[in-house]
């Protein structure tokens, strides 16, 4: 069990749709982040949020949409996604302050195929 | 701008031999270094992690890391690899908030 959740864990969905990613921090943290695991390239950071504030977007197609409505919790909305979507993607959270040295804590992910 | 590059995407040992994964690091201030364990389907697990003070960091599991700032390097160890270490194994290094960047993992495996 870890102290960041990820719902759904297993999510397929088509070109066409709507869907979204859940994540939930239990562990009181200022920081959550949507990273994205393909097979055969390093983790990619999504999104970065400090104190429910976006500050960070690497790039990301606007078919994905983070929201976080508050230092708890963290969703990725998703819409018109294509097949090279299909990925695991982590939420983490950590606690950001001084220094750099803080532990990132990642939840299980959310393994998604895209048809 | 830092990165982490390990070396060999597959090592293969027997069980009970050394484990040994390489992770060389590249940043132009001390860095924070990690590594993390991901056993399939599961997301990436803290092993061990150096921030500051000894260089030889114990993790757990039965796993060590040393710090060694002239050779840039951060490689992982555990003398007697056991099956259920299997997994994919993931160095990182972070010198900022929010920024931790990751190798391309070393996915071990462990023969009979």
């Known amino acids: 069990e870890t102290g960041v959740t990820q719902t759904p864990r297993h999510l397929v969905m088509g070109m066409t749709n709507k869907k979204s990613l859940k994540c939930e921090q239990h562990l009181g943290h200022n920081a959550m982040y949507w990273y994205k695991q393909s097979a055969k390239k390093p983790l990619e950071l999504m999104f970065v949020?400090?104190?429910?504030?976006?500050?960070e977007n690497n790039s990301v197609p606007s078919r994905f949409s983070p929201e976080c409505p508050n230092s708890s919790h963290l969703f990725l909305h998703l819409h018109t996604l294509q097949p090279e979507d299909s990925a695991l993607y982590l939420c983490a959270s950590s606690q950001e302050g001084r220094g750099a040295g803080n532990t990132i804590y990642f939840g299980e992910g959310s393994w998604l195929t895209v048809v | 701008a830092q990165s982490v590059t390990q070396l060999g995407s597959h090592v293969s040992v027997s069980e009970g031999a050394l484990v040994l994964l390489r992770c060389n690091y590249s940043s132009s201030v001390p860095p924070y270094l990690f590594w993390y364990v991901q056993y399939p389907n599961q997301g990436l697990q803290l092993l061990l992690k150096?921030?500051?003070?000894?260089?030889l960091v114990k993790g757990i599991n039965g796993f060590e890391a040393e710090f060694k700032k002239s050779e840039t390097s951060f490689h992982l160890t555990k003398p007697s690899a056991h099956m259920s270490d299997a997994a994919e194994y993931f160095c990182?290094?972070?010198?900022?908030?929010?920024?931790?960047?990751f190798g391309a993992g070393t996915r071990l495996t462990v023969k009979p």
């Open positions: 990182a290094v972070r010198v900022n908030n929010n920024d931790m960047r």
């Open positions: 949020y400090n104190f429910k504030e976006q500050t």
């Open positions: 150096y921030t500051t003070g000894a260089t």
